[in-house]
Every structure is written in C-alpha cells, then in structure tokens.
C-alpha cells in the first residue's frame, strides 16, 4: 500500500510537472506582443525606403498581413544585408525578412519558417551588350543542389568567359557563380545590388546575377537599358524558397509565423501580394 501510495504520488507530481512545461510554453508563445523585424529597405520589389523613410514593398506589406493574423506588434527596421544574421543570432532582431533562402547551410545557424515565395535567378546585362540573348534567354531551367554537366549552364561558360560578373556579397547567387564562372569570370562582389546595377548601366561590369523579381525592378530603374540573358535558374539550386529567419530557440515564434503564413497562402493573400509587387505569382 505504501508503494501504491509513493507511486501514485510520484505520477501526480510528472503530471504537474508536464501541466506546468504545457502551460509555460503556452505562456511564452503568449509572450511574443513585439517583433522586431529587419529587412534591407533596398531589395526592390521585395522591400523599399518610401520617400517618408517607411518600408514599403511585398514583404513589408506581407508582415503587416501576418503581425496582424497573430496579434502581435511587429517593428520593421532596415538593415544591412551581410550582417543580418549576425545580428540576429545576438538578438539585435527578432526576424529577418529579406527574400532569405531556406538553405542547408543557413539552417546550421538559424531557423525558418515555412517559405512564402519561390523564384527564379538570372542573368542580367545591357540590352546593346554582345552578350545580350544567349543562348536560353526567355527559358527556364530547374536545377538541383550539385548539378554538373549542364549543357545550358556550359554554354553560358563559353559565352561569359573573360567578362566580369557582379553578384550582392553573401548571397546564395554568389555560390553559385563561384562555383560555376569563378575559374573562367572575374566575379565582383557588392555590398548591395543597387551599387552593383549602377556599374552594369555605366558599363564597368559586364553582366549581374540575382533574383529575377529583383532584377524586372532594377530594369525599371535604368529607363529599359538592361535586359536578361541566358536562361532563368530555377529549382532547389538556391533553396526551398524564401522564408522567414529566427533564432534556433524561438520555436515558439516560428510556430505562430508559421500559423499565418499558411494562413496567406490559403486565403490568397500571397499571390495578390505577388501580383500587386511583382507581376507574377511567386507563390511556393
């Protein structure tokens, strides 16, 4: 009876004890009322400084419908792309929402919500450039992570040989165009792509490789001088799509982005989002 007795208070006291681990967790979900979220402010069309100093754009527009979705209060901030993480991981910010792709090797460092886009990548040069329709131009490839022996990718090789190449530093791009023209291209690294379109229209690189939502923007901007080349790059190449980035240890906040996001997809908030911003659907 007395072993009865200890074992039947011993299950009571694991049962309060899980209660109180369900109930804190619920409470620290309950805990998140203001979010800090950073964003470039110069990744047009996915973020923008308005006139006033505001960030507009899909994202900053996007963020508005999930905070909203989730009750919480969400503080947009610019930042510069190459330390985001960083500062992230020191708890500078609480999200990043910069058209991040949901890579492998990110996931070492932080984690990701569900994606809520997925583009293409491409390339980009003068539309009076000899390098202008190469072979593919107007195309879409898919491409997984690793890919060798592409016949597209070998016949921009051929075409881009000698010519320099800009690319925003810390990028998936720029892995991708180490990886692959690194030994035939000098590769120009960027702080941010405006500075690096700028020296395209000014003729000082000769090609530019990004998110092809990004460059319809940038093309826009040069008054129709600028143009793609080559086919556009898709698949997992470049990651699972774009997605929210937090820290490993706030599942809790992932859980509820994760919550409004499906919600966006679901309701078609994203694909109006999508159209409205970048006259396409990016929908995942």
Known sequence: MKFTRILTA???ALASLSAAALTASVVTAKDWKTVTITLEGAYAPWNLTNPDGTLGGFEPELAKYLCDHMKVDCKLVASDWDGMIPALTAGKYDVIMD???ITEERKKIIDFTIPYAHTHAAFATAKDSPLANATGTGTVIKLDPGATGVKEIDSLKEAFAGKTIGIQAATVYSK????NFGSIATVREYKTGAERDLDLESGRIDLVFDDAVYLISAFEKSNGTLAFTG???????????????????????????????????DDGTIKTLSMKWFKTDVTP
């Open 99 to 101: 058209a991040l792709s």
């Open 10 to 12: 011993g299950a009571l």
């Open 176 to 179: 991708f165009i180490y990886d």
């Open 231 to 265: 086919p556009e790059i898709g698949g997992t190449i470049f990651g699972s799509g774009e997605g929210l980035g937090l820290r490993q240890a706030d599942t809790d906040l992932r859980d509820l982005f994760n919550k409004a996001i499906q919600s966006a997809l």
